[in-house]
Nanobody, 119 residues
Framework: QVQVVESGGGLVQAGGSLRLSCAASGRRFSINAMGWYRQAPGKQRELVARIRTGGSTNYADSVTGRFTISRDNAKNTVYLQMNSLKLEDTAVYYC?????????????WGQGTQVTVSS
């Protein structure tokens, strides 16, 4: 089983920036993709950004041009740089890791980190 730990959330004013980090750890696994999802109160969890092993990325339309996902493969760590934050970015942000263990593919989630954008 892969453990996923997020950090970097907090309170920021609109227009400000935050950087989230997520580290995956475990034994004998191979990461396929790492990504960030978010869930605001009363809403479904949605994909924010994802990066695959080869480096390809995809973003939600609402964050394109403001957020950047990056990855340190040697550290099994993914980052989400969030700039020009808006009130509607307020949510709990969850890190997701898709990994291979033997012949099978699994998902692991972090515990979530709160991001609050104030006016």
């Amino acid at each position: 089983q892969v453990q996923v730990v997020e950090s970097g959330g907090g309170l920021v004013q609109a227009g400000g920036s935050l950087r989230l980090s997520c580290a995956a750890s475990g034994r004998r696994f191979s990461i396929n993709a790492m990504g960030w999802y978010r869930q605001a109160p009363g809403k479904q969890r949605e994909l924010v950004a994802r990066i695959r092993t080869g480096g390809s990325t995809n973003y939600a339309d609402s964050v394109t041009g403001r957020f950047t996902i990056s990855r340190d493969n040697a550290k099994n760590t993914v980052y989400l740089q969030m700039n020009s934050l808006k009130l509607e970015d307020t949510a709990v942000y969850y890190c997701n890791v898709v990994y291979l263990y033997g012949p099978d593919t699994y998902n692991s989630w972090g515990q979530g980190t709160q991001v609050t954008v104030s006016s």
